[in-house]
Structures are given as C-alpha cells and as structure tokens.
C-alpha cells in the first residue's frame, strides 16, 4: 500500500497524530507540514478514507523498511534441524518424529541428519530405511524436499511441508506417527 507523504497529502484539513502517538487535532495541512517540519520527520497520511484523513508525523523511510522487513518475515520459511543416530531406539525416533511434525505444522522445513560414528558408517543402509520409515509416519503431511543422501560420515535429508490443505484438516492431527 502506497502512503501519501509530504506534498502529495492535497486535502485540508487532517487530523494529525504526532510522533508520540498523541493527537494534536485537526488542523491545516501547512500547519501539520511545518510541524513535521520542525521535528524533522515526514507527514504521512495513514488512513486516507477517513474524514478528516488521518496522517502522522514519523520517519516515512523507517517506515517503509519496517513495513518491507515484517512482510519477509512473514513468508520466510526456517530451516529446523533434527539430529539421529543409527541406533537409535523406538520411542526416542517417535518423539523426533512429534517434534518434526510440529516444526512441519509451522510452516518449517525439517532437515534430518543422521550422523555415523565408527563402524557404523559401514551401514548406512539402516539409515537410509529409518529415513523411509520417517517419510512413511510423516505422510501426507509433508514432502521430501532434498532425498536422503550422504555426505561423508552424514545422511541428509530434507522435508518441506505439504500444501495448506492437508495441514489444515482436523484429520492429520488424530492420526500419530508410526
């Protein structure tokens, strides 16, 4: 949404509210430009369908980059990191499993990493079918972004969530994990 700032604010009069967030009334808009003026900052006008339209006295570039931030924010999507080992045992896997799947409820990618120590990199394999039996308890509710794959004494794998639907249904919630 484009603000009006400055000279582009035609209409007299407006009701203004200061950088303090106190109201000084209504009044011309010269008379609100000097005071902006005065306090160095930038007279923005906030709620244009109001009458008198509403403007405020702040700093329109703080203004913008905070506006241009929070929107990031909200899509930006987290990467969540679940560690395993091999030998890991039923009931640990299942609490990894919940804690996954609330990362995924979020909107959160999970990136399982399954570190090898020792002789255990030699099996691998066990790895690879615990990671298929993770994606089997997910279900629906999530995709496999990145498969599972290794990286030296690593097995990757990355899990982003399904689409909104599936998520949303009341449904995905009474159904555990494996």
Not at 57 to 74: A, E, H, L, T, V
Not at 120 to 126: A, M, P, S, T, V
Not at 138 to 144: F, I, N, T
């Amino acid at each position: 949404m484009n603000h009006r700032c400055n000279e582009q604010i035609r209409i007299s009069p407006v009701r203004v509210i200061d950088e303090n967030n106190e109201q000084l009334g209504v009044m011309p808009t010269d008379e609100a430009m000097s005071r902006a003026r005065s306090a160095g900052m930038d007279l923005v006008e906030i709620a244009p369908t109001e009458r008198p339209p509403v403007c405020r006295i702040m700093d329109y570039g703080k203004f913008k980059y905070g506006q241009k931030r929070r929107k990031q924010k909200s899509r930006e999507q987290k990467l969540k990191e679940i560690r395993l080992h091999p030998d890991i045992g039923d009931h640990d896997r299942n609490i990894k499993l919940n804690q996954a799947v609330g990362f995924i409820e979020k909107g959160d990618k999970v990136q399982f990493t399954m570190i090898f120590r020792g002789r255990e990199r030699f099996h691998q394999n066990l790895g690879f079918e615990m990671f298929n039996s993770i994606v089997e308890g997910l279900g629906e509710r999530a995709k496999v972004e990145r498969p599972p794959r290794s990286e030296g004494r690593r097995l990757i794998m990355v899990i982003a969530p399904a689409k909104k639907t599936a998520t949303g249904s009341g449904a995905s919630k009474e159904a555990g994990p494996a």
